[in-house]
């Protein structure tokens, strides 16, 4: 009989009851016939066949039809179950519902940002190679065309060494209205095969070695899908029309497959890719030279370590060449790292990881809380349970019951989970969008969601066929009886549940902590001093064309006219560029100036004379910007305190470096040229709050000619607009996208936002953590509490019977009310000693992103336990109340 037959059962069970009423008749008929009355044969032939509704049940049964018909008894007796108790039902729904949740979207952005692999061709042998020490961005420089030549021909752990580097400045793609920005992107030839990557339409690069020489490849260009659609609609006729970037002419050779990126955690801007072409200065190593960075593809069976090792042997020879000693000791060193861990940068990592546990930790609280929950639910039920027990259920039959009601309880909440997990990573997009380096889908992976829901419901069914087992194996007779929860299997069932209940505060509490540790962290970054004024500042990062500016200066043809509209609106009380505004993240430029025969390395802003009053910055010494400072005066440089302090011949006198000479040394400057320091600024904090203030040169813009050594490292490439002003920003954005029209269409689209604004972001993953987890600890604080008060109040109301019989003994009510309440207090106070273990613990997972507070915080610790013992005392003291009056006559009634 086939199974998939049993769903047919209403046919074969009146095909069986034809087929035993004809068996009756024809007995009926044959003792009739024998001469016995109709009434006498049909009592004789009924004895005689025996029970019919059991021969039918075991008939069926031995057929096999009974599976689908008890599947569906079970789904409909748990619906009913649900809608007998829709308050239970609800919350366990929604119990899980938050722990799916909460593990499914935070999976999900680890599994897009850190777990998934590389989209190239054995992407577990790419490794990026960079010069300097050390894995974070700060002590890790390009390399110059000769050194990865060298590793190329002198590595033996790397099967192929590939190199790239970005177009310079802002980068438009040139249409018939107006230009597309781009991130224009040059590869060497071998970058694309390496990565085994082909292109969808055309070709690729024809192979070359580099020279600084044209060679075949010069004028081609490769387009990724997103700009041949957006420029070109999708026309295979794109292919070998000449298209214009910044003024000079490729021609289209190739368009690369859809959802194609390289790098992979590049801005969303569409991409390009042309072939490398060295210029005079690559034949040296000299500050001038052109960087790139490596990428090298091990060969098989070669690890990261062993080409490290032989990587730094070689760099050891080729670090003398460097003339320049500061150049020379920045590259004495080289960094690998797997291409994959490159994307993102250790704090952000440090920082997901530690949310996937909190996210991992709410899913067991809930767990945990369910598994509460239905613990007591099966101890209400046990003698419904021994009933059906008692009556010839079989134990199986008893589990697949609850069983099913688990199930259908768990598949409701994977449903209502997985709604919210796709809710909240759609709240959360914008701030996942600015925070991370890779895109995260709105929609978690099936597979996620897969294995979250199975682990759900392995843990639902365990909890539900734990007690129905307990229940069915122990005696029939005490579980009948009024207060036979009293039992040993009952006393179990309840240190069970105490012990779930203490291992919900201890896990509550290692969340909380560190939700207080971030949210101190957060508080202690607002009040630290920036440095400049935030209020009433509108900012407006401008992407500058510079193409629709060649040959001219965009000092008098661009910034000056625009900045002179802007400060005519109303109600603007300043207004100025900068190159960037404090804290943005816009555009990071340094630079290595020479004083004294000696390098300098430094951070540098281009900004105009009323910037100040902008910000509000204060003088530490000599004198800001003014009307001194024109195009044909000695260029006037303004340096910061930290500055100051590095290269001052007085450390303690600020004012002693004013009047100290610098010499350019950046591509482009004019020899021999030189910046006088006028003044000094108070220092500020410049790329985050947590970071104390660099070394930084500022240039007046006014002075920045195409001439000046200056103007070739800022030209065209970024300019906030920075306006103090009283009116809304709302009112504001109309006119002042107006005189960005006017000035040149593509500043229309300039992203206009607030400095408070820019503040809140450049907390970074700080405060995507603290948000994050202020709702995780918040929910765990919930279950928690609610767990507590299912259990005391599930507590009180079968001891109902006890606490009549200790009043009526002469107990006071009082003492049943610290009865309760010291239960309460032991199941808190243990978890709270194992949660500060894990706090401890779990510390070390945040050290990494906080900010002014020690990760063992003392008074973190205490806030958290005492707001968690003070919510579950809470909690517990209604269940307490209800105890304390209870009437002993009604409770002794039912005796």
Avoid at 696 to 709: A, F, K, R
Wanted: hydrophobic fraction near 45%; glycine fraction near 8%.
């Amino acid at each position: 009989m086939s199974w998939f037959s049993s769903f047919d059962y209403g046919r074969r069970k009146r095909e069986l009851r034809e087929e035993i009423d004809d068996h009756l008749r024809m007995a009926i008929a044959g003792r009739m016939e024998l001469g016995e009355t109709e009434e006498a044969a049909r009592q004789a032939a009924l004895r005689e066949f025996g029970n019919i509704a059991l021969v039918q049940d075991v008939t069926r049964e031995k057929w096999g039809w009974t599976r689908g018909e008890r599947l569906g008894q079970d789904l409909r007796y748990a619906l009913r179950q649900m809608r007998r108790a829709p308050v239970f039902a609800a919350t366990v729904i929604g119990t899980l519902a938050l722990g799916i949740a909460a593990a499914a979207a935070m999976f999900t952005v680890v599994e897009h940002v850190l777990l998934r692999p590389v989209p190239y061709k054995d992407a577990s042998r790419l490794v990026t190679i960079l010069a300097g020490v050390g894995k974070e961005p700060n002590g890790q420089y390009l390399s110059p065309w000769l050194d990865i030549q060298e590793w190329r021909n002198r590595s033996q752990s790397f099967q192929q060494i590939a190199f790239w580097g970005r177009m310079f400045g802002r980068n438009y793609l040139e249409g018939n209205r107006s230009a597309l920005e781009i991130n224009g992107i040059s590869v060497s030839s071998d970058l694309f095969p390496m990565l085994g990557v082909k292109p969808m339409l055309g070709r690729g690069f024809l192979p070359e070695t580099p020279s600084p020489t044209a060679g075949r490849n010069t004028g081609t260009i490769l387009l990724s899908y997103t700009v041949w659609d957006v420029a070109f609609g999708g026309d295979t006729s794109a292919l070998g029309r000449v298209v214009k970037i910044n003024n000079v002419p490729y021609t289209v050779v190739g368009v690369m497959p859809r959802g194609f990126a390289f790098p992979l955690n590049d801005t969303p801007a569409g991409q390009v890719w042309v072939p490398v072409q060295l210029a005079k200065d690559d034949q040296g190593r000299s500050w001038a030279a052109m960087s790139y960075e490596a990428i090298g593809k091990l060969r098989k069976g070669q690890t990261v370590a062993a080409a490290r090792a032989e990587m730094a042997t070689i760099q050891k020879t080729i670090a003398p060449e460097y003339t320049d000693p500061p150049t020379r000791e920045e590259h004495s060193a080289v960094a690998l790292q797997r291409y994959g861990d490159s994307l993102v940068d250790s704090d952000l990592r440090k920082a997901l990881l530690a949310l996937l546990a909190a996210s991992g930790v709410l899913w067991l609280i809930a767990s945990l809380n369910v598994t509460n929950l239905l613990l007591a639910r099966s101890m209400a039920r046990q003698r419904e349970i021994a009933m059906r027990g008692a009556l010839g259920a079989s134990c199986w039959r008893l589990v697949q019951q609850m069983m099913v009601e688990g199930l259908v309880l768990s598949c409701a909440a994977a449903v209502l989970g997985t709604g919210l997990a796709i809710g909240s990573l759609k709240l959360l997009a914008h701030e996942l969008t600015s925070h991370l380096p890779l895109p995260v889908p709105v929609m978690p992976d099936a597979w996620i969601l897969l294995v979250l829901m199975a682990l759900t419901v392995v843990s639902v069914l365990i909890s539900t066929a734990w007690p129905t087992l307990l229940a069915v194996r122990a005696p029939v007779e005490p579980a009948l009886k009024q207060g036979g929860w009293q039992t040993g299997m009952g006393r179990q069932q309840h240190r069970t549940r105490s012990l779930l209940v203490t291992i919900e505060v201890a896990m509550s509490l290692a969340l909380l902590v560190a939700c207080g540790l971030l949210l101190r962290t957060i508080y202690a970054l607002q009040h630290v001093p920036l440095g400049f004024r935030t209020d009433h500042v509108v900012v407006a990062n401008l992407s500058i064309p510079s193409y629709r500016f060649t040959g001219r200066s965009m000092t008098e043809a661009l910034y000056e006219p625009l900045l002179d509209r802007v400060q005519h609106l109303r109600e603007v009380q300043a207004a100025g560029l900068i190159s960037e505004v404090p804290l943005g993240r816009t555009y990071e430029l340094k630079m290595t100036l020479r004083a004294n025969g000696n390098a300098i390395p430094t951070y540098f802003k281009a900004v105009s004379p009323n910037v100040r009053e902008v910000f509000g910055f204060k003088m530490a010494a000599g004198r800001f910007f003014d009307a001194r400072d024109t195009p044909t005066s000695q260029t006037a440089v303004v340096a910061n305190e930290a500055f100051a302090r590095q290269y001052s011949p007085d450390k303690h006198d600020p004012g002693a470096i004013v009047g100290m000479k610098l010499f350019g040394t950046s591509r482009g400057s004019q020899g021999g040229e030189s910046g006088l320091i006028v003044g000094v600024l108070s220092d500020e904090r410049q790329q985050r709050i947590a970071d104390p203030a660099q070394p930084e040169l500022d240039v007046c813009i006014q002075q920045m000619t195409p001439g000046s050594m200056f103007y070739k490292p800022t030209e065209g490439i970024a300019m906030d607009l920075a306006m103090r002003t009283d009116e809304p920003t709302a009112e504001m954005i109309p006119e002042l996208r107006d005189i960005l029209r006017q000035a040149s269409p593509e500043l229309q689209s300039a992203t206009i936002t607030t400095m408070d604004e820019i503040v809140e972001e450049s907390y970074g993953s700080q405060r995507l953590a603290a948000h994050l987890l202020e709702v995780f600890g918040s929910v765990a604080l919930l279950l928690c509490v609610a767990g507590l008060y299912g259990l005391l109040a599930y507590v009180v109301t079968q001891r109902t019977r006890e606490m009549g019989v200790r009043i009526a003994l002469g107990a006071q009510r009082g003492d049943l009310l610290w009865l309760v309440m010291r239960q309460a207090g032991a199941m808190l106070l243990t978890g709270v000693a194992v949660g500060s273990g894990l706090a401890l613990a779990s510390g070390r997972l945040v050290r990494g992103f906080l900010y002014g507070v020690n990760a063992n915080d003392g008074w973190t610790l205490a806030g958290a336990a005492t707001l968690l013992v003070v919510c579950g005392l809470m909690a517990a003291y209604l269940p307490a109340r209800r105890a304390a009056r209870v009437n002993p006559m009604e409770a002794l009634r039912a005796e």
